[in-house]
């Protein structure tokens, strides 16, 4: 029996900010445990939290990108329950007016594009983190809890998990593109929940099932699938799916249940009586506003309009700001668009995808780059000595200038008829066979003549000289 999926999305997203959300201690990965808290952040009698600006800012940011609405007045509420990770017994968050309302973020899936409505979005303090030592027991560290995190919540509008795959990867790309969360998952920085439900086309939503904290997007996508097989199995025996919290288990690929799905009223939320309401007026909205860089989209249309580059093109370099933002400088410096796109989409990105990490850095400079560019074009360099300089400015150095590196590895092209001539002469000389193959139209025959004399070159002659020559010498 057919069923239809209905996948709605939690996604945890830690803020980069210096500070935490209502204390001063930092805002950092991979410290010593339990060393960057303070009473405020372990809810020591008497502490009172002071909302940190920068946070707000970014959430904002982050609702502006996503087409929400900012909210004119935002409150703080507690959220009540028990956790060893949650030393107050509550975390602050929002229910009642959090910071974005609506949105949205469009994707494309096998049917074309597809809007993702956004329910809300809201700002709230991490919790702390669980070690589950290998020796038994679980151990506690507090440095994460304060750390400022924004909640994206969708509507029910994904409809499997190949949709659910796309959304999350650009929802990561948006928010590591407008700056305001390095997304990094393997540190927790970003997690999701996933609710999904099924039912028959024209009847009522089916039970929800929640499973939290998925930790990669590919535990995301499996988890869902799983879930949508284990609902159908269930239904088509003529069963009732459970309103329950499940744990994903990625290593034997299947869920656990965990309890019964709490609702909001559980969480007894009310008010937090230590911070006040937020005023957010719409001068301070708009200054946020300015300081959103052009988004992938916008910015792969004006790739397309002003260098008359292919919407695929455009749609890569745009895909992370850091090469967008490296496309751009080339450009300023060099103007030669699809050549500069060519050489980022292939070698660029081949070097960057042997990197194996999320965060691109890149070791050349957009100058000594456009200007060995430059010299392929001017044909100081051929196509092969051009890759080999690309590959040595990579991965040996990348501040001497192109031209010195040149001589230093030896990668002059060839371009003295003379001199190319004789050679060509003497590999005729002694492939007379393949000589009478060029003569009797064979076209493949002059590839060869051509691999020869880079060969006997050690890939510096110029080939566009080397073709008029043997056009010359065995027409």
Request: proline content about 5%.
């Amino acid at each position: 029996m057919s069923y239809l999926a209905v996948i709605g999305l939690e996604v945890h997203t830690e803020l980069k900010t210096n500070t935490k959300i209502f204390c001063s201690c930092k805002n950092e990965f991979n410290l010593e445990p339990n060393i960057n808290c303070c009473p405020v952040c372990v809810g020591m009698p008497g502490a009172l939290p002071v909302l940190n600006k920068k946070a707000v800012e970014y959430a904002i940011k982050a609702g502006l990108a996503l087409n929400c609405e900012i909210n004119s007045l935002t409150r703080w509420e507690r959220k009540n329950y028990f956790y060893p990770d949650l030393p107050k017994a509550y975390q602050i968050s929002q229910a009642e007016a959090p910071i974005c309302l609506g949105g949205y973020m469009e994707i494309e899936t096998q049917n074309g594009p597809k809007k993702i409505r956004l329910n809300h979005i809201h700002l709230e303090e991490d919790a702390g983190k669980l070690i589950h030592s290998e020796y038994g027991g679980s151990l506690i560290d507090y440095n994460r809890g304060g750390v400022p995190l924004i909640e994206i919540v969708t509507e029910p509008d994904i409809s499997s998990a190949d949709e659910a795959l796309v959304f999350l990867e650009n929802l990561r790309a948006l928010l590591k593109y407008i700056g305001v969360s390095d997304c990094r998952m393997e540190q927790g920085s970003l997690r999701c929940d996933v609710n999904v439900s099924l039912h028959k086309e024209g009847e009522p939503l089916g039970t929800r099932v929640e499973m939290k904290n998925l930790a990669s997007f590919k535990a995301a996508h499996r988890a869902i699938t799983y879930e949508i097989n284990r609902q159908t199995e269930i239904l088509n025996s003529g069963g009732k799916v459970i309103q329950e919290t499940r744990r994903w288990d990625d290593q034997k690929g299947r869920s656990y249940s965990m309890r019964t799905k709490e609702d909001a009223q559980d969480y007894r939320y009310f008010s937090d009586a230590d911070l006040p309401p937020v005023k957010i007026s719409r001068e301070f909205v708009r200054k946020v506003r300015e300081t959103l860089p052009l988004l992938p989209k916008e910015r792969a249309q004006k790739y397309v309009e002003e260098y008359n580059l292919p919407p695929y093109d455009a749609q890569i370099l745009t895909s992370e700001r850091t090469i967008a933002d490296f496309f751009d400088e080339c450009v300023a410096l060099f103007d030669n668009p699809k050549m500069i796109s060519n050489w980022i989409m292939t070698d660029v990105m081949r070097k960057l995808k042997e990197q194996q990490t999320e965060d691109i850095v890149l070791p050349i400079n957009a100058r000594n780059f456009t200007k060995m560019l430059k010299l392929h074009l001017d044909n100081v360099i051929n196509q092969p000595a051009a890759k080999t300089l690309f590959e040595y400015m990579w991965d040996q150095d990348s501040k001497t200038d192109p031209e010195q590196l040149i001589q230093k590895l030896n990668l002059v092209q060839i371009s003295d008829e003379g001199e190319l001539e004789k050679i060509l002469q003497e590999i005729i000389q002694n492939n007379p066979a393949a000589a009478d193959d060029v003569r009797g139209g064979n076209k493949k025959a002059i590839a060869f003549f051509v691999g020869q004399v880079m060969k006997a070159t050690k890939g510096k002659a110029n080939p566009k000289t080397v073709n008029e020559l043997i056009q010359k010498l065995l027409s």
